[in-house]
């Protein structure tokens, strides 16, 4: 089987469940990012992070695809895609690991730059593409149906990766880069 399809030569791309849409609407918009999230996730993991930190974000990049195959469905057509869907047992599994980098660190205090280690600085990028993620499937949302729990999801895991960065410069001895206003 060829790679290429050239079904999408027009500009247009099939949704899971039979419907064509423009690679330009919303629907793609968002669970491209998502995808592209996912990708950034991959970059991080080559990052010297820790094995804990490493194996967390496998995990989540293991639910990000499964978060872009519900967005790339049909709307009402999700239960055909096959695979189980992301529940409240994910997020409590990121709030979980929130709260356990969060007490390895010191409270904040002010404002903190996106910098330190090369994981932290990576993990930041990562929290940055989420929360366009997160932006592009509310804004999706305001005119298509989608579960609430794809928002909440995309919310918890951009908070991850903040603790995460600061997690890992704790880790490594760094301080945080302080945002001091001028």
Partial sequence: M???????????TGLFGGARVSKACDR????????????TLGVVRTHPVSAST??????????????????????????NIGIALLDEGHIARLEAAIDE????????KNFVLPGGTAGAAALHVARTVCRRAEREVVALSAH??????????????????????RWDNHAAGVADVPWTPR
Avoid: I, M, W
């Fill in 28 to 39: 793609v918009g968002a669970y491209g990012t998502v995808d592209e999230l996912n990708a």
């Fill in 144 to 165: 298509e149906p989608v579960r609430n729990l794809v928002v909440v999801y995309l919310n918890r895991l951009s908070d991850l990766l903040f603790s995460l960065a």
């Fill in 54 to 79: 490493s194996a967390l974000l496998a995990r989540v990049q293991s639910d990000l695809f499964t978060l872009g195959a519900e967005l790339a469905t049909v709307p009402g057509k999700e239960q």
């Fill in 2 to 12: 060829k790679l290429y399809t050239k079904t999408g030569d027009l500009g247009e």
């Fill in 101 to 108: 980098s969060e007490a390895a660190v010191e409270p904040l």
